[in-house]
């Protein structure tokens, strides 16, 4: 029995469009599930070796579903991302034209990146209803319900539909990011063009708490990627902070960071170290001058000098 | 005719409660519309006076909606900030027991505060369907669509419900905040216990350069009590942060941090300083030594005097 | 009876040659005096209308002398600095050759501008004895009490002495800075290329608090070109510190860093904006961005407009 | 043949009271040389195990010759500090009266804490001429040169003189600091009251450079007790600064900030761990949340169990 991986369902979504990117995907049963719950507990179970799931899209910001479940519950770790271009199809059954549209159905997360669209487009009557995914309503459509659906190209074929648009998408460079989770384990060794993911809760607040755990990274030439606030559930306004960084738990400068971060949080949770996508190896910036991994160890080293008296 | 306030209905919704809260609303027009985005466009559009939304709940955090809403198109400010608590009641019709429910309803925002109460309370094949807001669930139980509905306790006379069960919510001190939203004018006058409310963008992506931006309020001893990042809308990790900060843009430490964001800002827009719900005068910090606004004055007659040579 | 400039004497030291530089020397009677603070207590005094004393050089450092009698008692401010090379001359009496040498002579402070050239040049059992100013040595060695003096080469002619070697100095690029003090009033307008010095003393002992005084230029862009430690003659380890920093009071950038250290420092002295001697206007590095003038005027119009709601 | 340590001499000034506070001088021989060159240099050539000299007091500063000769040349490092009160003697022949003083001498550090007093005791037009060393200058006393001496009670005895008047000093906690200075070996173990002695030279000239190097000891908790700047000798306004930290270089927190500063700093120079004087253990305070060697270890153990997902 090969091992599996959980993505978030059905079948004909942009997830597993984005997850059969992935190499491996190849060896593996790969099952949809209904939720991000219920993938993330398909692996914290132990049905399940990996879970796929969206986890920020360019519109809409960070799916907050998935961040809340790595934030809290048992520990997960992210060994893999995937950046998918988004872009709508409209479609419909054989026949209908555009004028015939009077109902429209997708995944609500669909609905900002089609709203200008639509505006331009359809009938200002037409009525939009929410679907529990893409595929859904493309489903529902080849059940007769609605119209139309907005969804994934590739998804026509599956529902026995045509698109009748293609290219929509009311934002430019419109892409989400996914990621493949599992359980704790040793890390991929680094690229070269690594991320770090860390979830952090700051100790008191005072002006300039934030700012301080922010030069943790800084003073070490770390450069962030990504910060978002989620809320602890304990009352409002207290929120802790999932992070992304360049570079990898294996360099001395991203380890440091954590470390210093450690030190001073409540509490810390390491979300993993793995390969960014959309970044080449040659494009990665080189580290700032006196933070390469080089210049740690020659630090460490004249610092053993130093306690020493060899110098 | 009264002049209106636009705020997101329908009527029996937390929404509404928390409105008739403001002493006001006893002398305006209250309006339900159907989105966050209609309630800004009415005062936009010159329909409404001013509007009433959510922005901020203890459990989902940040209302992405209503900050992407702020944050983009014709500038808007905050005038009043309202904190409300969340318990739901589970609404029936009357002669329901608990062991007849197969399906409930609400709006999807509650969900994340009634699910470990639903474990522990109704049948495991309970049925979950979304509503478009709990009012409107409560509306459907009535017409008899589903078994019972999730809603404020309030709710059940409009729909003829009974409130089966009372307080239920997942986390405790469960709270949603909400924001009163007018065109841009002069800000209220300082009560002492205040906030700001601003919206930054970061001008290039390198290590620090977040922590550049919260040093500003940190040298000055502007404490932040809200970052919360929202994608810009240009591609995938490009975000602008809505930053909430104590104080009032009257306050000489608040006026000179915004101005130091200004400078190294592309962009950075005011949302407004209004005062702070739940936080009484009485109970705010002193201003940090050397920041106080009689501080301020002292330092500027110094300079002032050491530029014309006296002292 | 025209004003006068008291500056270290006697004549025929240094100090004058550099004094002599600025134009309107010309137009000014010169008065020798015996030391540093008597120079400063002519200004004090009313004796003067200002003092012209070295306050730095590039082997010893910073003239404690002088650093000290700013720091302490009755205010006085810079008005312009004058950089003078120093190279020294070894002179003799007509007549004596380097082999006749037993004896030299100088100030204290020429010693470590020829100490290598002298082990490098004289006999090894030479003896150097102190004389109260380079010029008093040549005086000296003119009465023969000494066989040598090291002194400006201008001063050979006045002792009726001889330069033996000429542009002796162990240091390349040796350098005096000297300042032209007075009491305290208008500063001269910006050139475009000058220097502010400001005293400051810190409020309390604790990790980063000089950091914290430092961030107050930082944050603004603003360079600094000395900073000096002096002791405040409260106790051992009680340090104030004298900082020179690039631009003018007139610059928003440096007024508002020194209100910031005149907020949280328990004692500032403004010591003046005058030109700076050695950089030319055209190279004087821009302004980082977000701190020019310009810049410090949009965000204040962009203040107010925010305070009035006009945006 | 014992050890010898080299001191600033001659014999009876207060460099030589000082040592002989250090218990271990019962067992070595005390060499006093002519200058602190001189006795770094018999440290340097072998010819002494230690050199005891003065580094700072509390009228005048940082002793720069000390500075200057530890900054530069083969690297020495400091082993203890001695921190001494310092109140002069009038010292006079016997049968000499106040009135009689028409000369005084000393060296000239003496004079800026003994000024004042001379001002208000002695006749306006006494004449003060300079010693090499305040010992010397009782000899020249002794010797009828001069008729009174400035210098350590402790010296009359020693030269035939008596005290005329006693405890003499400007400022009140008048110090002076002294340290013993070896070749480069292991520092002593911490003691709970350390102090960490560095030079640190900066890589280039920009706003906030100095601030940067300061916020590697900031962010670690490690505060500073002083900073003194010095030139570097290639120019004016070209300085490297030496450094004094509270803690030792086996405290991690110390040990991180040095390593830091190797990274960034073209040069560092250890000058050594050493129990501080005149601060006891118990008045030491406690590290800073997040900064103690307890809480390093326990983020270096996480850290490594994130490395290896074991969390």
Chains 1, 2, 3, 4 share one sequence.
Not at 164 to 193: C, M, S, W, Y
Not at 240 to 253: Q, Y
Not at 278 to 288: H, I, K, L, M, S
Request: hydrophobic share 45%; net charge negative; proline share 6%.
């Amino acid at each position: 029995m090969p091992a599996s991986y959980a993505y978030l369902g059905p079948e004909g979504t942009f997830t597993e469009v984005a997850l059969r990117t992935l190499p491996e995907t190849a060896t593996r049963e790969l099952v949809p599930v209904v939720s991000v719950p219920a993938a993330l507990d398909a692996v914290r179970g132990g049905e399940a070796e990996a879970a796929f799931v969206p986890i920020e899209n360019s519109v809409e910001g960070g799916i907050t579903t998935t961040l809340d479940e790595l934030v809290a519950g048992e520990p997960l770790m992210i060994y893999r991302e995937v950046l998918l271009d988004i872009t709508f199809a409209l479609l419909v059954r054989p026949g209908t034209a555009i004028s015939d549209i009077k109902t429209v159905t997708a995944h609500p997360a669909a609905q900002p990146q089609v709203r200008n669209w639509m505006k331009d487009n359809l009938a200002e009557d037409v009525i939009w209803e929410s679907a529990a995914s893409n595929a859904d309503g493309a489903r529902l459509v080849q059940e007769g319900r609605y119209d139309a659906a907005f969804a994934g190209e590739f998804a026509a074929e599956k529902y026995g539909l045509v698109p009748l648009v293609t290219e929509i998408h009311d934002a430019e460079n419109a892409q989400t990011r996914f990621v493949l989770v599992g359980k704790p384990a040793r890390p991929a060794a680094p690229t070269g063009a690594d991320k770090t993911s860390v979830v952090i809760w700051q100790r008191e607040d005072h002006p300039g708490g934030l700012m301080e755990l922010l030069q943790e990274f800084a003073i070490r030439g770390v450069n962030l990627v990504l910060l978002q606030s989620r809320p602890t559930g304990t009352g409002i306004g207290d929120y802790c902070f999932a992070i992304d960084a360049e570079g990898h738990i294996a360099d001395r400068r991203v380890a440091e960071a954590l470390m210093g971060l450690k030190r001073v949080c409540p509490e810390v949770r390491f979300l993993g170290s793995y390969p960014r996508a959309g970044v080449a190896v040659e494009d990665v910036r080189p580290p700032r001058s006196g933070t390469s991994d080089g210049e740690f160890v020659a630090a460490s080293d004249w610092l053993a000098r130093c306690q020493d008296g060899r110098f």
